[in-house]
T-cell receptor, first 112, second 114 residues
Framework: QKEVEQNSGPLSVPEGAIASLNCTYS??????FFWYRQYSGKSPELIMS????GDKEDGRFTAQLNKASQYVSLLIRDSQPSDSATYLC????????????FGTGTKLQVIP | DTGVSQNPRHKITKRGQNVTFRCDPI?????LYWYRQTLGQGPEFLTY????????KSRLLSDRFSAERPKGSFSTLEIQRTEQGDSAMYLC????????????FGPGTRLTVT
């Protein structure tokens, strides 16, 4: 079982729609969760962090965390063509190691 | 621009040659990570430093890879006797420290081994 799993996509949504990106993880002790955006040929850019169960909103982005289900998601409202990128989920490792594990990413395509 | 810089941005080398990459972190960030990323994959952990101490190295990393962070400032990643399978993007990320896990990435170094 992969430690952090994401659907590779591509996920295609029309401009103005809500894009929903999902991630599951296997480490029950994980406490910190992140979403990174990565444009083709570029490095990952941190867009959201979430640490507690529930929702966290930042502009058009909402991160949702459910530790009991080991599930974290990212919603992008009013999707724009500039949101087209690969979105990486990252989860902190428990056990005293100051590391995160990345998923393989979901490619999002916003169709004008 | 996160404030993390990496050099060179691109490196083309022949199989068997040694290469060295450099990462300059955000000044107040005391943790520094190296990752490798290939097409269609997420960043794969290689090693990390807390100040000048190398605290962990991936078991997947062969002895051809070595990293240093003298004086807890910039870091270098060296690959000896490069192989075609080493072709990838090499990413450096830094963290402020303490309980934070928020990583800020440099632009990466793309290595092509011919």
């Amino acid at each position: 079982q992969k430690e952090v799993e994401q659907n590779s996509g591509p996920l295609s949504v029309p401009e103005g729609a809500i894009a929903s990106l999902n991630c599951t993880y296997s480490d029950r002790g994980s406490q910190s969760f992140f979403w990174y955006r990565q444009y083709s040929g570029k490095s990952p850019e941190l867009i959201m962090s979430i640490y507690s169960n529930g929702d966290k909103e930042d502009g058009r982005f909402t991160a949702q965390l459910n530790k009991a289900s080991q599930y974290v998601s990212l919603l992008i409202r009013d999707s724009q063509p500039s949101d087209s990128a690969t979105y990486l989920c990252a989860v902190s490792n428990s056990g005293g190691y100051q590391k995160v594990t990345f998923g393989t990413g979901t490619k999002l395509q916003v169709i004008p | 621009d996160t404030g993390v810089s990496q050099n060179p941005r691109h490196k083309i080398t022949k199989r068997g040659q040694n290469v060295t990459f450099r990462c300059d972190p955000i000044s107040e960030h005391n943790r520094l990570y190296w990752y490798r990323q290939t097409l269609g994959q997420g960043p794969e952990f290689l090693t990390y430093f807390q100040n000048e101490a190398q605290l962990e190295k991936s078991r997947l990393l062969s002895d051809r890879f070595s990293a240093e962070r003298p004086k807890g400032s910039f870091s270098t990643l060296e690959i000896q006797r490069t192989e075609q399978g080493d072709s990838a993007m090499y990413l450096c990320a830094t963290v402020r420290g303490g309980s934070s896990y928020e990583q800020y990435f440099g632009p990466g170094t793309r290595l092509t081994v011919t």
